[in-house]
């Protein structure tokens, strides 16, 4: 009996000091994605002072600052104000760290780059000829729009760009809020207003001027342009509503 306790005893010990080693290594390992996680920071803090939202120090650190900063950002952008470095933010703030997943668009689609071309020009980037190909004026146009709406700067008609420049084509028809909510109306009008697209009265009822405010709004913020209180209008309308509040 004494043998066996004593087997036990050495056995636990090893097992003690093989845990040991491996919180050490993995805390090693936390440590260096802490340095990788900063460095990120650092790139984003860098690229927020850029565009003119102070996070104070470009030291790495995600302090108070930082995140008053990028949650100004993702309100100046209408992503979700979370307040935090998310992978939508990451992507609309750093999206050369994401270029190596934005796909190129089959080219050969000429009635797709016809599209993409009049879109273009209607938007105020010239691509020249609408002639479905994808020439240096049209390459060049796609640039300064990927620019111009924080997209990444490849020049080619990727999928990313498209999603942006043609919604309507890859995204499903977003589903309409229930509109006998006159409280949920009432608020996207009262928001619209605000932000400058006149909907009419502030009453709750979804009438013709107010139908062409959302459809301002949503060419304005590259929404699918339905003309409807949908799912995806709303949250971007009003980003502190939740799914719950929108039936």
């Known amino acids: ?14 097992v003690g000091g093989l845990l040991s080693v491996y919180a050490e290594a993995r805390g090693a390992g936390m440590r260096r994605v802490q340095v990788l996680d900063q460095d990120l920071v650092r790139d984003a803090q860098r690229q927020l002072k850029a565009l003119g939202f ?16 990028v949650r100004a950002y993702q309100q100046a952008y ?4 979370s307040g935090r470095l998310d992978e939508v933010t990451l992507r609309s703030l750093l999206p050369g760290q994401f ?3 934005r796909a190129p668009l089959d080219v050969s689609d000429r009635e797709v780059i016809m599209q993409a071309q009049r879109q273009l020009k209607a938007l105020g980037f010239n691509p020249g000829d609408i ?21 990444p700067e490849t020049g080619r008609l990727d999928d990313v ?14 589903a309409p809020v229930d509109l006998s909510n006159r409280e949920v109306i009432r608020r996207a009008q009262t ?18 001027q107010t139908e062409a405010a959302l459809r301002a709004y949503q060419q304005a913020h590259r929404l699918p342009q339905t003309g409807r209180l949908d799912e995806v209008t709303l949250r971007s309308l009003l980003p502190e509503m939740r ?3 929108l039936r």
Do not use: K
């Open 1 to 14: 009996m004494t043998r066996i306790l004593r087997i036990l005893g050495v056995s636990l010990l090893v």
């Open 99 to 101: 270029e190596a997943a």
């Open 191 to 208: 928001q619209l207003r605000a932000l400058g697209f006149d909907p009419g009265p502030t009453d709750g009822d979804f009438g013709p």
């Open 54 to 69: 102070n996070p104070g120090a470009v030291d790495g650190n995600y302090g108070p600052q930082t995140e008053a900063a």
């Open 243 to 245: 799914q719950g509040a």
């Open 131 to 151: 002639d479905g190909e994808l020439g240096a004026q049209t390459l060049a146009a796609l640039r300064a729009y990927q620019q111009a709406y924080r997209l």
């Open 78 to 81: 209408r992503l979700p104000a």
């Open 161 to 174: 760009t498209l999603r942006s420049l043609l919604p309507e084509r890859v995204q499903p028809a977003p």
